[in-house]
Nanobody, 114 residues
Framework: QVQFVESGGGLVQAGGSLRLSCVTS????????MAWYRQAPGKERELVAS???????NYADSVKGRFTISRDNAKNTVYLQMNSLKPEDTAVYYC????????WGQGTQVTVSS
């Protein structure tokens, strides 16, 4: 069963912006803190940003000031606004609960060219 559907990735030049979206079920969205993760080639998956069910947020040091996570309660959707993108942001981006309680979706590829 697909728990998360990620979209919005693409190819962008350094300094550009993308907005990722993650749609999930009402049950998951209303009960769990949500997060975005990423996995670059040859590296382990890492936490990028998270948001509680009340909307408080946390970010990895590498993206602070550039990325913004938000949630739309009406649409059961979590967003990741990514600005000032760098080549090192290139990765497949996934969403899941902050506790990584569910199976992973297919993710969405983000490629930043220099």
């Amino acid at each position: 069963q697909v728990q998360f559907v990620e979209s919005g990735g693409g190819l962008v030049q350094a300094g550009g912006s993308l907005r990722l979206s993650c749609v999930t079920s009402r049950t998951i969205f209303s009960r769990y803190a949500m997060a975005w993760y990423r996995q670059a080639p040859g590296k382990e998956r890492e936490l990028v940003a998270s948001t509680s069910i009340f909307g408080s947020t946390n970010y990895a040091d590498s993206v602070k000031g550039r990325f913004t996570i938000s949630r739309d309660n009406a649409k059961n959707t979590v967003y990741l606004q990514m600005n000032s993108l760098k080549p090192e942001d290139t990765a497949v981006y996934y969403c899941n609960s902050r506790s990584e309680s569910f199976s992973w979706g297919q993710g969405t590829q983000v490629t930043v060219s220099s």
